[in-house]
Every structure is written in structure tokens, then in C-alpha cells.
């Protein structure tokens, strides 16, 4: 359980505090039972008390590092089981899946469309972040060690689902700077495997038949003295696997028992078998409840666009409104002589209004300025859309940019276009119908009678 602020002060060593007793000691205790600071922050902790109060106010689960450089990734770290509690902190993660199995020809197909799915939406890059190769029975040991090397070469951080410990020493040696996880630790195998895991410096996956095999392995492992682990929670069936990725972050977060405090693995493609439509669909589900990692055949952008899109919406502070940053798009190949349209930075509405434009075809640049992340009505309420807020924008980003001068507001704010035109001299401002989805006929409609 989580240590409250008085416990925390009660347990700092006041001998070595000059600051003993002040209010001062008392705000920086309650500052790090809320989180908001580290308790190393304190200059006057001895060692020891450090040592016992770091572990005390630590994170029922564990955040645990993979990859390195610009792939790397924190997973797990999380301390509540819904994101309306608090924001969570680390974003599940996908690998697309290639296996020993596969021939050289499907192999190379995969890895090459790992690189295929990569674009931004909202400042954020979506890409397929991870390649899981898998080692299958009773195959060459010799050629997943060059599937590894492949899979090594996208660039991407590799996690390594065998359970051989030959195989797996082999396959590391190939990629163990990257920080691949070696996902192959059960309770036949947990010891060696711990140790080529630890002599590799990686993370550790740990599997289990059932979710007490699984937690005995992992207090074992931990007896070790392992805890740079990983838990893979996939089990024979949809139901088992969804039981036991609950149950894992229920026990760490609402019971805190930390033996299953750590990051958790989903693999999709035994569970799927071959169906995409079930694989997309299982693969939102444990977005939200609750794989760290989540293990597809193929990611592609059939799957991408709304698995990422709701990705984004579960791991952003529900307390920050998601934005667009300000500027111009130009859609449907526009230029500069194609007519403006304006509408606020909130990205639902963006995304809504653009999606619109699109689908009319006809080309026009959609002008974004800084309302604050608000939709419309609430930013001009709020003072953040105004006739001020817009004519400035235009006239420093805009006007030595864009010949057109022609501008249409969102139909919601008609009250601004006079005062727009006042501070804007020479433009022309159209007020557009009050429903995104009214845009296409409106400009439709406009460009057959030859005013754009």
C-alpha cells in the first residue's frame, strides 16, 4: 500500500535533517506520497533510510526499460487501474510477429512491413514500435539466429519469445545491445534462463501454465535476485488471458503485492489464429486492459489508424485537451491561391472538419491557430477564439504565405466575421454552415458557382 505523507515524515532520519520537525520537511513528505517528487531530493537522507523509503514509496509496479537510444521504451510504472484515477504513464506498446516457422520469403515480407505503418497524428509518432520473433519446436536453432539478425536490422527493439536456453544465448549474442526482452522463462527453465538473461543485461519474460505457476516462477526469479522481469499473461484461451492480465494488475495496484508488479506481454497470434478481424479487435481490448506490449501477426494501417488513435486517447492526461499545433494545411492539393478556411486547435474538431474537406475534394488551406485545445464554442467563450485571435494569426503567419483572400469561420461564430473583415482589410470572410459534415455540399456548392 501507498505510504501517506505523515508516514513518510515519521520514517525520515531526523538526526540528519537540519530542517528537523519544520513544516517545510512535513510540504516535502506529502510532495512525495502524492508523487510529485522523488524522495532522493531530500540532500540530508542517509543511505540506508533512502535505501528503505525508495522502496516503501515506490510504484506498485515496476517501470522496467527496454531498447536503447531512440528506442527505448519504459513500460509498466502504472498506479492506478483506471486512467480517470490518474494518468497513466506508459503507453502499451506493439510488435508485429515473425516465427522460425515461417520460410525465408514470408519472413523477409513481414520484417519488411514492419517500416510500412509510420506517420504522425497529433505531434506523436505511430509506428510499429517492437518485432517479436518467435522460436518454434523443433526447428534450426542456426536459422533463428539469422531471422533474429533480420528483425535486428529494422531498427526496431526486438523481443525474443524462446524458450530454449541454447537457442536463446545464441539469438542474444546477435542483438543483445538493442536491450531486446527475452521473453522464454517458465517454470521448467526460470534459473538458466535468469542467468542469460542477467549476463545479457536484458529484461526477462516469465510465462506460466496458470496464474499461480506464474507467480511462484516470478518469486522465484525474484529470490534470484531478478526483478527486471516482464510477465507474459497469454493463456490457452481470450477468457484466461483477459482474467489473468486483470488479475495480475489488480493484485499490484489494489492489493499492492509486488510479486506481480511488473509490465505484462500479450500475445495475439496463438490466441487470433489467423483472424485479423479478431486479432484488431483483441488488440484494442488489451490496449485498455492491460498489455504493456501487445503481440500482432502484422500491423497495417487497416488495424493502425484507430487502434493508435485510441492508444493516444487512453494514454494522454484527460486533464490536457489533445491539439494540433497552429499553422496551415493545405488539403486536396492546395496552393497558395485556394480559399482558407479557419477552425480551433482542439484535435477532435480538427480532425472532424478535416476529414470533411477532404472528402469534398476541393482543394483548400485550413488555417489553425492557438484557442487553447477548446472546441469552438467553449475557445470563443473563453475569450481564446476571437476576431483578435484570428486577424493576428493571419496576418503574421498567413498573409505572405497564402495569395487567397478569402476566409470561412465555423457558422458557430458568425458573430465574428464583421469584425474579422474590419481588422483584416481586403478579406472577404464566409460563414460557414453550423455541422462539419454541412462543408462538403457548402463548398461543393461554392466552387460550381465559381467562388472559390
Not at 47 to 60: G, H, I, K
Not at 188 to 214: F, H, P, R
Not at 215 to 226: H, P, Q
Not at 327 to 338: C, V
Request: glycine letters at 8%; hydrophobic letters at 45%.
Amino acid at each position: 500500500m501507498a505510504l501517506t505523507g505523515i508516514q513518510i515524515f515519521k520514517m525520515t532520519p531526523k538526526k540528519n535533517c537540519k530542517e528537523c520537525g519544520s513544516p517545510t520537511c512535513m510540504a516535502f513528505s506529502m510532495k512525495v506520497a502524492q508523487g510529485a517528487v522523488d524522495i532522493s531530493a531530500c540532500p540530508y537522507m542517509s543511505e540506508d533510510a533512502l535505501a528503505q523509503l525508495s522502496e516503501a514509496t515506490a510504484p506498485p509496479m515496476k517501470t522496467i526499460k527496454i531498447g536503447t537510444g531512440d528506442n527505448e521504451y519504459s513500460l509498466g510504472g502504472e498506479t492506478v487501474l483506471y486512467r480517470h484515477e490518474k494518468t497513466f504513464v506508459s503507453k502499451t506498446r506493439y510488435a508485429a510477429a515473425v516465427c522460425s516457422c515461417m520460410d525465408d520469403a514470408t519472413v523477409d515480407a513481414k520484417l519488411a512491413a514492419v517500416s510500412a505503418v509510420d506517420y504522425e497524428r497529433i505531434g506523436e509518432r505511430m509506428f510499429t514500435e517492437l518485432v517479436y520473433v518467435n522460436f518454434a519446436k523443433d526447428t534450426d536453432a542456426s536459422k533463428y539466429v539469422e531471422i533474429v539478425k533480420k528483425a535486428a536490422a529494422t531498427g526496431r527493439t526486438l523481443v525474443l519469445g524462446c524458450k530454449c536456453p541454447e537457442t536463446a544465448k545464441a539469438a542474444l549474442e546477435v542483438c543483445k545491445d538493442g536491450k531486446p526482452v527475452l521473453n522464454g522463462a517458465d517454470a521448467s527453465n526460470y534459473e538458466e534462463m535468469s542467468k542469460i538473461a542477467a549476463e545479457a543485461g536484458v529484461v526477462l519474460g516469465v510465462s506460466g501454465a496458470s496464474l499461480d505457476e506464474l507467480y511462484d516462477t516470478v518469486a522465484a526469479l525474484e529470490k534470484l535476485g531478478n526483478k527486471n522481469l516482464v510477465l507474459d499473461v497469454t493463456m490457452g484461451t481470450v477468457k484466461d488471458t483477459f482474467e489473468a492480465a486483470v488479475a495480475v494488475r489488480r493484485a499490484a495496484i489494489k492489493d499492492g503485492d509486488r510479486t506481480f508488479g511488473y509490465p505484462s506481454i500479450v500475445n495475439l497470434v496463438p490466441l487470433a489464429d489467423g483472424d485479423k478481424a479478431m486479432e484488431e479487435a483483441l488488440a484494442a481490448a488489451f490496449t485498455m486492459k492491460y498489455g504493456s506490449i501487445v503481440v500482432v501477426s502484422e500491423m497495417d494501417y487497416a488495424m493502425a489508424l484507430p487502434l493508435y488513435g485510441l492508444r493516444q486517447n487512453l494514454f494522454t492526461d484527460p486533464q490536457k485537451p489533445m491539439k494540433v499545433a497552429p499553422g496551415i494545411y493545405p488539403l486536396n492539393g492546395a496552393d497558395e491561391n485556394s480559399i482558407c478556411l479557419t477552425t480551433v486547435d482542439f484535435a477532435l474538431t480538427y480532425f472532424l472538419v478535416s476529414g470533411e474537406l477532404e472528402r469534398s475534394g476541393v482543394p483548400c488551406n485550413l488555417l489553425i491557430s492557438d484557442a487553447g485545445g477548446l472546441s469552438v464554442l467553449t475557445a470563443w467563450a473563453a475569450g481564446k477564439l476571437s476576431s483578435t485571435s484570428v486577424a493576428k494569426f493571419i496576418a503574421e503567419q498567413v498573409e505572405d504565405k497564402i495569395k487567397s483572400r478569402k476566409l470561412i469561420i465555423p457558422g458557430k461564430v458568425a458573430v465574428l466575421k464583421g469584425d474579422i473583415e474590419a481588422k483584416l482589410p481586403g478579406w472577404e470572410v464566409i460563414v460557414a454552415p453550423l455541422e462539419a459534415v454541412q462543408l462538403v455540399k457548402f463548398l461543393k456548392d461554392m466552387q460550381a458557382n465559381g467562388q472559390l
